[in-house]
């Protein structure tokens, strides 16, 4: 078993739409989630970051944790074309540097 | 203020010869980080770094890969005899503390193709 799943996608949705992106993981040290936005030919960019469980809301974006559920979610609303990218989810824990990647979910935004 | 640096951005050896890859971190920044990314898969961490020394090395395979990060100079990650399934792009990442997430910056990686 993985140790951070995700949905490959790809995910096709109409510009406006509210996006909703999810992993599951089976580590339950696991403190910190992160979605990492990667746009095709380029390196991960940092969207998110949230600490145990709970919300966090950045603009359009919204990033959850269920750490009862070991669920992570990160909500996108008022898509647009520019978002179209691979959003990858991330777990660190806390006693260790390296990030636990999912495989990532394709998302096209068309207008 | 640059960003990571990675270079090659592209590469293209045979199989058997060596690949070096290059990474500069943002300035400052003292800790670096090596992932690797498979064709339709996440990254995969390979090892972290601080200056001269090599904290973690548990995602390295154990031969033909080596990784460094000189007191002066980017941090060098370095494939020996390279065969087809190395191909991928290697990506690195630095940050000024360690296990300060908000703070690890991603660079462009390098692509290497192995014929």
């Known amino acids: 078993q993985k140790e951070v799943e995700q949905d490959p996608g790809p995910l096709s949705v109409p510009e406006g739409a509210i996006v909703s992106l999810n992993c599951t993981y089976s580590?339950?040290?696991?403190?910190?989630f992160m979605w990492y936005r990667q746009y095709s030919r380029k390196g991960p960019e940092l969207l998110m970051y949230?600490?145990?469980?709970g919300n966090k809301e950045d603009g359009r974006f919204t990033a959850q944790v269920d750490k009862s559920s070991k669920y992570i979610s990160l909500f996108i609303r008022d898509s647009q074309p520019s978002d179209s990218a691979t959003y990858l989810c991330?777990?660190?824990?806390?006693?260790?540097?390296?990030?636990?990647f999912g495989t990532g979910t394709r998302l096209q935004v068309f207008p | 203020n640059a960003g990571v640096m990675q270079n090659p951005r592209h590469l293209v050896r045979r199989r058997g010869q060596e690949a070096r890859l290059r990474c500069s971190p943002v300035?400052?920044?003292?800790?670096v980080y090596w992932y690797r990314q498979l064709p339709e898969e996440g990254l995969k961490f390979m090892v972290y770094?601080?200056?001269?020394?090599?904290?973690?090395e548990s995602g390295m395979p154990k031969e033909r890969f080596s990784a460094e990060f000189p007191k002066e100079g980017p941090s060098i990650l370095r494939i020996q005899q390279v065969v087809r399934g190395d191909s991928a792009a290697y990506f690195c990442?630095?940050?000024?503390?360690?296990?300060?997430?908000?703070?690890?910056?991603f660079g462009p990686g390098t692509r290497l193709t192995v014929l």
């Open positions: 990442a630095s940050s000024p503390l360690r296990q300060n997430t908000d703070t690890q910056y």
């Open positions: 580590n339950s040290a696991f403190q910190y």
């Open positions: 949230t600490y145990s469980s």
């Open positions: 991330a777990t660190l824990s806390y006693n260790t540097d390296k990030l636990i």
């Open positions: 300035k400052g920044h003292s800790h």
């Open positions: 770094l601080q200056k001269e020394n090599i904290i973690d």
